[in-house]
């Protein structure tokens, strides 16, 4: 494990000392518990983006796709109408 060193601002620490005596936890156990915490916030946030991102890009393919579809249909309606073949 790594050690750091952390200064905060002193209504912060009374919060953090009054919250983590109450857990019966001691001060490093519970900056531990928060620094966890924070960071599977940070990763759910960033997986959260790279979501978004990718139904965005799902979103514009099957805009083309539908695009693409609607093109052949009109050019097999075309091609119908053209020859005089009835659908059956």
Known sequence: MKTISLKMPEDIYKKV???RKSM???RSSYVMEAVVEYTRKKEREELEE?????AKKTAQ???K???ELREWDNT???YEKHYGIEKE
Do not use: V
Not at 50 to 54: F, H, K, N, V
């Open 17 to 19: 000392e009054k919250y």
């Open 24 to 26: 019966n936890k001691n």
């Open 50 to 54: 790279q979501l978004r991102e990718a």
């Open 61 to 63: 393919q099957y805009g």
């Open 65 to 67: 796709i539908k695009d």
């Open 76 to 78: 097999i309606f075309d």
